[in-house]
């Protein structure tokens, strides 16, 4: 096995990344991928809660880098998906515990053993980002349909082309299809005028996220739900299908398209 | 359409803000220094020959990702002498 490595960043912060990466690992999973999630927030980490997974956590990142424990030791394994492991961030310990190497050789360890490594990347554009950048093959950037969003995305996707870790990939979480038709929402079709990047997936704004954090139980896990199925969509393209953008998600954009003329 | 009076939808205003915010962002370039490089660019090129200094544009311009910027700079034909003479501005 030869994994790909998947960061996803965002430079802004709260605008769904780690939601984004327990879920888009969760849909993986389920499609008999073989998953590993790490959480690159060093000190602030959260994975662990989102994925439901907190209380099992024994070792982490900076135990395995500083050779406390083996990799295997620091995988947890998520017992409703057998296939997906989370490597926890250290709590106690702050983003300059780990260099870009010590991701690069850590990520080299594990390519053999997994199908996909999903790290999930600190808000910011410092040490932790470039960390959890290091040993990226390919890097989505979120963001929401909001000014500050859009703009640190902007920021972040020229600095990914600058080290040579582009095209970034777009995630724009959180729209929500009345707002945008009201015309008091930035579109897709705006916010990919504005970036100039490639899409790869339309999360709707949706109750359930909070819902399912609240219960550590991850959306994609049943794909019910319309952000479930967006997230699950996500994974299908990372995986190299052609999946059409969901109904809700493409209908603003037709329209724009055709009122345009 | 009864929409002409309302005010502006907020997402136009979204937009337009952040295509301004982003050309700075990415380029690094303030309008004041657009401006003085503007002053500069006109200084040399009257060296050697004859412009309008007030009908002289300069901006950036994107095409997907890469920025260039885009001088527009209106020669004086020949014939319009006025222009010519030292200290007067545009003609």
Redesign the interface.
């Known amino acids: 096995m030869t994994a790909k490595v998947v960061t996803v960043a965002s430079g802004k912060g709260g605008v769904g990344k780690t939601t984004s990466v327990a879920n888009i690992a969760v849909a993986l999973a389920s499609r008999g991928q073989k998953v590993t999630c790490i959480d690159g927030d060093i000190g602030l980490r959260n994975l662990d809660v989102i994925l439901g997974l907190e209380n099992r956590i024994v070792y982490d990142l900076v135990d395995v880098i500083e050779g406390r424990c083996r990799l295997r030791q620091a995988m947890i394994r998520d017992k409703r998906l057998p296939d997906l492991y989370l490597i926890p961030a250290a709590q106690t310990r702050d983003k300059t515990a780990i260099s870009p190497s010590d991701m690069v050789r850590l990520c080299d360890e594990l390519r053999q053993e997994v199908d996909w490594i999903i790290i999930d990347s600190p808000a910011g554009i410092e040490r932790g980002f470039k960390n959890a950048i290091a040993a990226a093959d390919r890097v989505l950037v979120m963001t929401n349909p909001?000014?500050s969003a859009?703009?640190d995305a902007?920021?972040v996707?020229?600095i990914l082309?600058a080290e040579e870790k582009g095209p970034a990939a777009l995630v724009i979480n959180r729209l929500d299809p009345a707002m945008?038709k009201?015309?008091?929402?930035?579109?897709v079709e705006?916010v990919l005028?504005?970036?100039?990047?490639e899409l790869i997936g339309i999360v709707p704004e949706d109750e359930n996220v909070i819902v399912a954090s609240n219960r550590g139980q991850p959306l994609a896990l049943e794909g019910k739900t319309k952000a479930g199925q967006a997230f699950q969509n996500i994974a299908r393209r990372l995986m190299g299908e052609q999946v059409p953008f969901l109904e809700l998600e493409t209908q603003n954009l037709f329209q724009r398209l055709l009122g345009r003329k | 359409m009864g929409f002409l009076f309302r005010r502006k939808k907020s997402a136009n205003s979204a937009k337009e803000r952040l295509q301004l915010v982003l050309i700075h962002d990415r380029t690094d370039l303030t309008p004041a220094e657009l401006e003085s490089l503007k002053d500069d660019l006109i200084q040399t090129i009257s060296r050697h020959i004859d412009i309008d200094p007030m009908a002289v544009t300069i901006n950036v311009a994107h095409d997907g990702r890469s920025q260039r910027l885009v001088a527009d700079i209106p020669l004086r034909t020949v014939g319009h002498r006025r222009g010519r003479e030292p200290g007067r501005a545009a003609g």
């Open positions: 909001e000014v859009v703009r902007d920021r996707i020229g082309d945008v009201r015309g008091d929402m930035l579109s705006d005028d504005l970036l100039a990047v």
